[in-house]
């Protein structure tokens, strides 16, 4: 009965993948043996484990969900400058591959740049992908299998291993560190190399527990080799424990803020290419609502430059439009966010800080009947407890925030 069962997958199997080639013009996974091939047949502890793909269907955004191994969910310029017009000039090689998560969703597990190209920046309404199954099954020698088991954990390494960076992008000790931190919240024995499901705490100044150590070995046999590369990693999975990741913001990221809150979205077509853009600050105004809307971020002098500057002359050019009852709603995102909760809030308080400030300088200072009323801090990190933050900017009230989000932290509120 087994041997039918393993005959049935493997067959199944072929057929599904061939038929995907046909249809989408896509390579076979199974020999692409450096990277797609390695989350199928993964090699754990001396042992071959198998899974299989077991369906292809199309998926929209809305039905998957970050299984990443990375600290960044997405590296936007890689995707833009590298990945997408390869991907617009030739098509897709291989298809991302899922599991089934739960609700209708599904998890990536292989091609998180390709599905955020596709979806998140090209606006393709659904992607093609393989979904695999969940369990792995251990291959002995004569080509018969061992009854299948169904790990996270084996997934997880599986998953590492078969998402090598792009050239020149190699994974960096927050990426290890995200890794560990997963793999401690799936399986905190490390598939019984950490048999006490402790936290492996360092036994001692300048060790490494021999959990964490052998964990190392098997996520990045060829990297991260260095005591003291392996002791960073440690020290970023000790200090953010959580496993928070960054979320990237993405273009249709600001389009549903601004649509959720019921502000024009300043979307319109390129005279170029007829791609969506978005209207600058000062052209994007919005009717209804009597409010210029301002995109911007923390980097540098981005605010200043991009914002405050065109405010002050388009006011002294006599080209600005309105009165008292107008408002400026900044859409702003933190520069490098901390992957804390408490990080980010600090972060934000300071951005804040420094928008309230500019405020007082335009309304007083240089007499404009209106000033900044509203700042939108997008959803950042992966994390639960982010869901973004709103913050009415009056001065009163723009102090009472401040206040009571930094007393929160202290543990007074």
Avoid at 228 to 243: A, E, K, P, V, Y
Avoid at 284 to 294: F, G, P, S, V, W
Avoid at 297 to 313: P, Q, V, W, Y
């Amino acid at each position: 009965m087994k041997e039918n069962h393993m005959k049935a997958l493997e067959e199944d199997e072929d057929k599904i993948i061939r038929k995907a080639m046909k249809e989408y013009g896509v390579l076979d996974p199974r020999e692409d043996r450096k990277r797609h091939a390695q989350l199928l047949l993964t090699e754990y502890d001396g042992q071959i484990y198998r899974r299989f793909i077991v369906n292809c269907i199309e998926l929209t955004a809305d039905h998957l969900s970050e299984s990443q191994v990375r600290l960044v969910v997405a590296d936007e310029k890689y995707c833009r400058q590298e990945l997408g017009p390869l991907i617009d000039k030739d098509g897709l090689n291989y298809l991302p591959f899922v599991r089934a998560g739960t609700s209708n969703f599904w998890d990536i597990e292989n091609g998180h740049h390709r599905v955020h190209y596709i979806l998140h920046i090209r606006q393709d309404g659904t992607i093609a992908v393989f979904v695999v199954g969940c369990t792995s099954y251990k291959m002995n020698k004569d080509g018969t299998y061992d009854d299948g088991v169904d790990s996270a954990y084996l997934n997880l390494i599986a998953g590492v291993r078969s998402n090598p960076p792009p050239v020149n992008k190699a994974y960096t000790c927050a990426d290890a560190a995200v890794q560990v931190a997963e793999a401690f919240k799936i399986d905190s024995t490390f598939g019984g190399l950490n048999p006490s499901g402790k936290f492996p705490e360092r036994p001692g100044p300048g060790k490494l527990h021999v959990a964490f150590e052998a964990l190392m070995d098997h996520l990045h046999p060829n990297q991260f080799l260095e005591k003291q590369s392996r002791g960073r990693i440690f020290n970023l999975w000790d200090s953010h424990r959580d496993g928070s990741k960054i979320n990237n913001v993405t273009f249709a990221d600001i389009t549903n803020i601004l649509a959720t809150n019921d502000y024009d979205t300043g979307i319109k077509k390129s005279p170029r290419a007829g791609k969506l853009i978005r209207k600058n600050f000062l052209e994007h105004y919005d009717e209804n609502r009597k409010a210029y809307i301002a995109i911007t971020d923390t980097n540098g002098k981005n605010f200043e430059a991009s914002i405050c500057s065109a405010l002050i002359k388009a006011y002294h050019n006599k080209e600005l439009y309105g009165d008292e009852n107008h408002e400026i709603v900044v859409v702003c995102e933190i520069y490098k966010p901390k992957t804390t909760m408490t990080g980010l809030s600090k972060q934000r308080r300071t951005a804040v800080t420094n928008i309230s400030e500019w405020d007082s300088i335009i309304r007083d200072t240089m007499g404009l009947p209106f000033g900044f009323t509203t700042i939108i801090f997008p959803k950042q990190l992966t994390s639960r407890s982010d869901h973004g933050k709103t913050v009415l900017l009056s001065e009163d009230e723009a102090n009472n925030v401040l206040k009571f989000e930094k007393n929160k932290e202290e543990g007074l509120a």
